[in-house]
Structures are given as C-alpha cells and as structure tokens.
C-alpha cells in the first residue's frame, strides 16, 4: 500500500475540504476521514435523487396550478422591459424579492438562449418557490387559497391554508438548507435529522404526487447506505493495509 495514499487523495480533495470530516466527528486518523468522506458521498448520492423528485415536483405543481386558476395571467412577465414598471400597480403578483430571482433568471436564460416560461421555470431556485410558501406578502397568501388544493392534492388540511402552507414552507425551508449543504459537498454523514429530513421528503412528495412517491421510495436507498458503514470501513481497511 502507498504509504503516501492519505496525503494523496488530500492534495486532490484539498487539506481544508478533508479536515472538516475530521473535526465533524472527532476522527483519531486518517482512516477514519476518509471512512467518513466516502460515506458522506454514498449517503448524499441517495438524498440527490430524492431532493430533485422533490424540487421539480414542487415547482411544476405550483406553476400548473397558478395556470390553472389564472389561464390568462403571465406570471414571469416575459415581455415585462423595465421591472421596476411592476411596481407600479398595486396588482402585481410577486414580491420585490421574487420579483428579483425572477429577474435574474431571465438574465441568466438570455445570456445562453431565447427565452420562455419552461426554460424560466428551470432557472429558478429552489428558494423562489419556498420563498412562495413561506411569505406573508398577501399577494401569495390569496394565490395559495386557490391554488393550495392543487399543488397538495393528497394533503390534509389540519388548521387552514395560511397557516399549513407556512408550516409546510418551514419544513421545505430546511430541506433547501440541506440541499444547499449537499450540492455544495460539505457534510452531511453525521447530521442528527437525517432521519426527520428523509422522512419529510418522502411525505411531502406524497401530497404532490402519491405515484411518484411510490417512484421515488422504490429506488431509496437511504437505510441500506445508512448500515454500509461497516462495509465502507472494510473497504478503506483493504487500501491502508
């Protein structure tokens, strides 16, 4: 075994990157960092498929809803030159804040292409769309008492729409954090509500979407990939030896 493997695969993840699954876990050696690294990566694998059934989901159910009940309104504005005209009128749809991510979709959309609704849909984070949820701005709010049953068809109502679509928004709200967290590779391995994260993915997709839901948890592997550490050690063993 190369003596130097450690110091290797350092050079290449970066000494800073590597040190965190350290200090993340109170790691003893370099064994364990690199144990920890290659789990962290297995168990996010599994929560990229779950996180982009949900994100997509979500913002395609809101969009053909919002069409829904308003056929004939133009919710991106696509032919809007001057943003600041939106402002104008106390009917505009979206919030200043929105209105911004909206801008800036559009501006990233032109730089590489025409544009349209589809491709704006795509451009927008998943924060324009948990923004939507967890506003107060009333615009929102008299969008939600309309939309709210076709976005979540198979959910509940447990106390009214306001105040379930603010807590459903809190909720995604930190499943945003934590794919934040995963799409910017930092770790995620040792975090004490992995279990509540997966769970509430898994929920959520199933008040948009009960057959994708049932899609989605045929190809989780999130339990097996859990109980792999044992394997992963093994396989690490094997390099160091």
Same mark, same amino acid.
């Given at each position: 075994?190369? /003596?130097?493997?450690?110091?290797?695969?350092?050079?290449?993840?970066?000494?800073?990157?590597?040190?965190?699954?350290?200090?993340?876990?109170?790691?003893?050696?370099?064994?364990?960092?690199?144990?920890?690294?290659?789990?962290?990566?297995?168990?996010?694998?599994?929560?990229?498929?779950?996180?982009?059934?949900?994100?997509?989901?979500?913002?395609?159910?809101?969009?053909?809803?919002?069409?829904?009940?308003?056929?004939?309104?133009?919710?991106?504005?696509?032919?809007?030159?001057?943003?600041?005209?939106?402002?104008?009128?106390?009917?505009?749809?979206?919030?200043?804040?929105?209105?911004?991510?909206?801008?800036?979709?559009?501006?990233?959309?032109?730089?590489?292409?025409?544009?349209?609704?589809?491709?704006?849909?795509?451009?927008?984070?998943?924060?324009?769309?948990?923004?939507?949820?967890?506003?107060?701005?009333?615009?929102?709010?008299?969008?939600?008492?309309?939309?709210?049953?076709?976005?979540?068809?198979?959910?509940?109502?447990?106390?009214?729409?306001?105040?379930?679509?603010?807590?459903?928004?809190?909720?995604?709200?930190?499943?945003?954090?934590?794919?934040?967290?995963?799409?910017?590779?930092?770790?995620?391995?040792?975090?004490?509500?992995?279990?509540?994260?997966?769970?509430?993915?898994?929920?959520?997709?199933?008040?948009?979407?009960?057959?994708?839901? /049932?899609?989605?948890?045929?190809?989780?592997?999130?339990?097996?990939?859990?109980?792999?550490?044992?394997?992963?050690?093994?396989?690490?063993?094997?390099?160091?030896?």
């Amino acid at each position: 075994m190369n /003596t130097n493997f450690f110091q290797n695969i350092e050079k290449s993840i970066s000494q800073s990157r590597l040190s965190t699954y350290k200090n993340h876990s109170n790691c003893t050696n370099d064994k364990e960092v690199i144990i920890n690294y290659v789990l962290n990566a297995k168990i996010s694998e599994n929560f990229y498929f779950l996180l982009q059934n949900l994100e997509v989901s979500l913002r395609n159910a809101i969009y053909d809803s919002f069409k829904l009940h308003y056929p004939t309104s133009d919710f991106f504005f696509l032919h809007e030159t001057d943003s600041r005209n939106r402002y104008k009128s106390k009917k505009e749809k979206h919030s200043r804040e929105c209105w911004k991510m909206i801008c800036a979709a559009k501006h990233n959309i032109l730089n590489r292409t025409t544009i349209n609704e589809g491709k704006i849909i795509a451009e927008l984070n998943f924060g324009f769309w948990t923004t939507i949820l967890l506003s107060t701005d009333i615009k929102y709010s008299n969008m939600w008492r309309k939309i709210f049953n076709e976005v979540f068809p198979n959910y509940k109502v447990v106390h009214s729409i306001h105040s379930d679509k603010a807590n459903i928004g809190k909720v995604l709200d930190d499943i945003r954090q934590f794919r934040n967290r995963i799409f910017h590779y930092e770790p995620i391995f040792n975090q004490t509500n992995l279990d509540q994260i997966h769970s509430d993915i898994i929920e959520i997709l199933g008040w948009i979407n009960k057959d994708l839901q /049932t899609l989605t948890k045929c190809f989780d592997e999130f339990d097996l990939i859990k109980n792999k550490e044992e394997y992963i050690q093994k396989e690490v063993e094997k390099i160091f030896s």
